[in-house]
């Protein structure tokens, strides 16, 4: 049977995923290339323009792969993987896909953990999804004891697989709510990426509204019902002068700080991500 020129596969995806909206379809095209292929992005432009052949079945699933993407379904679902800081993390459906914005509200926890006193400092990530923060704690920290906690089964089994071989790491399938009772006043780090979409406010982005779990997403009439669940907690799991962090929308900073400043939290202060959104608020325990 006849052979395809990946260059005009590459193409030819790219106009497809562009057509259907997808917001970086060459990068996109290429990625699934990769995938299919087995190669890293940069080995499949390489290949483009060497002007490599590629298998009719390589094509087809190709085609199949783009298919799915063209429907708006996250690319890291069709590739079982998303990139998270140096890992590569096993996500799909039942978790929430790990987004490179958290990839600089991490750096907060990691900071703190290696500026602690403690031998062995304590972080625990509150509600851990596919368990991209806590695995990056506990592989940038080695010293450190990191603690992880996910309410939804489906996430759970995500965190599992990829924290299994961190030895520094417990996972547990708990609320945040009332997780690590054990490890209370003991903490220098507490970190969280909640859900803070308030319950009217629908996703426009199909990958996120049709695809992440809504448990991850909605937050309540305000987006803040689990924001006040983690101070809560994290008001008894931190030492006196441990950390909270907290990931939220861009909008969202103001009624944060107020929200901690009233609970009892010092030092309360909003921290902007790489495109100068407000994406992290950050307190100190009293």
């Known amino acids: 049977m006849p052979e395809n020129f990946l260059a005009a596969l590459v193409r ?20 699934l290339a990769g995938h299919v292929l087995d190669r890293r992005r940069g080995e499949v432009q390489a290949a483009v323009v060497r002007g ?15 298919t ?8 890291q679902h069709i590739t079982g993987t998303a990139p998270f800081r140096h890992l590569e993390l096993a996500v ?15 750096q907060y926890a990691i900071d703190a953990l290696l500026n602690a006193p403690e031998p062995e400092p304590v972080g625990v990530d509150l509600g851990t999804g596919s368990g991209a923060i806590a695995l990056a704690m506990a592989t940038e ?6 603690f992880a906690a996910e309410l939804s089964p ?3 089994a995500w965190a599992d697989r990829n924290t299994a071989h961190a030895e520094n790491l417990t996972l547990v399938l708990s609320d945040l709510a009332d997780a690590f009772p054990e490890l209370d006043g003991t903490a220098s780090v507490v970190i969280s990426n909640p859900p803070y979409v308030p319950d009217a406010a629908v996703p426009r982005d199909p990958e996120v509204r049709l695809f992440d779990p809504a448990l991850a997403l909605y937050g309540g009439v305000d987006g803040l019902d689990v924001v006040r669940k983690l101070s809560s907690r994290a008001l008894r799991l931190l030492r006196p002068g441990g950390l909270l962090v907290i990931e939220h929308g861009e909008l969202q900073g103001g009624a944060i700080r107020d929200l901690l400043t ?6 309360a202060a909003t921290h902007r991500d790489l495109t100068l959104r407000d994406r992290a608020t950050t307190a100190l325990r009293a």
């Open 154 to 156: 489906e996430a759970y």
């Open 68 to 75: 799915r993407r063209a429907a708006r379904e996250p690319l």
């Open 52 to 66: 490599d052949r590629v298998s009719e079945a390589d094509a087809a699933v190709l085609d199949a792969a783009v």
């Open 12 to 31: 030819a995806a790219a106009r497809r995923l562009a057509d259907a909206g997808v917001p970086d379809p060459l990068v996109d095209a290429e990625l």
């Open 141 to 146: 920290v080695p010293h450190a004891r990191i």
């Open 92 to 106: 799909g459906p039942g978790v929430f896909v790990p987004r490179p914005e958290t990839e600089t509200v991490v």
């Open 262 to 267: 009233d609970a009892g939290w010092r030092a």
